[in-house]
């Protein structure tokens, strides 16, 4: 089956602008997890979802991040009022039922802010 | 202490040889541990995954579990240059939902 997707897979935009991520799961997983990885660094958990509700949003560094899964599957990463150092890539994981099991990888969204 | 402390590297080992990957963390109550292969501009894939404490073996990769010492170890026999990568250690918290924390990440250079 499909795996893991998310759009874009680039995205440049300017210092101030509002910026949305897309993950879609893999079908079927309960769990997602978006991460933040910085050149060099490794992922740097942001939130953990178990189906639509949000189980750990500990990672999200300030208000300005916000990330929504209403129907339990595709998730979005929103983004306001973006800073340069937003500027990473953004990863979706998903797993089967969370709780340590194996997470399986989108191929990122590298996001640039000017 | 960061909760997941890895040595980034890199880590250089002749083709064909043992290469040895550390990682130490600071959550007691931890009960999984992973280790993921991530190529440049890639994202990161599962090598193994370890449960209990000693090894597991899987083709060329063993993972090393020591709970009492909170320390985990990925060994790659007869290493190869497709190897070279950077390894990354996560580790799920221990509770009920089990957020992960990721290491820096190791990078390994197999010189052929």
């Known amino acids: 089956g499909a795996g893991v997707s998310q759009t874009p897979s680039n995205k440049v935009t300017e210092k101030g602008k509002y910026v949305e991520l897309r993950c879609d799961p893999i079908?079927?997983?309960?769990?997602l997890y978006w991460y933040r990885q910085s050149l060099g660094q490794g992922p740097e958990f942001l939130i953990y979802?178990?189906?639509?509700?949000?189980?750990?949003d500990s990672g999200l560094p300030n208000d300005r991040f916000f990330a929504v899964r209403p129907e339990g599957s595709v998730s979005t990463l929103k983004i306001q009022r973006t800073e340069r150092g937003d500027s990473a890539v953004y990863l979706c994981?998903?797993?089967?039922?969370?709780?340590?099991?194996?997470?399986?990888f989108g191929p990122g969204t590298r996001l640039l802010v000017l | 202490q960061k909760e997941v402390e890895q040595n980034s590297g890199p880590l250089s080992v002749p083709e064909g040889a043992i290469a040895s990957l550390n990682c130490t963390y600071s959550?007691?109550?931890?009960?999984?541990f992973f280790w993921y292969r991530q190529y440049s501009g890639k994202s990161p894939e599962l090598i193994m995954s370890i449960y209990s404490n000693g090894d597991k073996e899987d083709g060329r990769f063993t993972a090393q579990l020591n709970k009492a010492s909170q320390y985990v170890s990925l060994l790659i026999r007869d290493s190869q240059p497709s190897d070279s990568a950077t390894y990354l250690c996560a580790v799920p918290s221990s509770g009920g939902y089990q957020k992960v924390t990721f290491g820096i990440g190791t990078k390994l250079q197999v010189i052929p």
């Open positions: 979802f178990q189906g639509t509700g949000a189980a750990d």
């Open positions: 079908s079927g997983h309960t769990a």
């Open positions: 959550d007691r109550g931890s009960q999984s």
């Open positions: 994981a998903s797993s089967l039922r969370g709780r340590g099991e194996t997470q399986y």
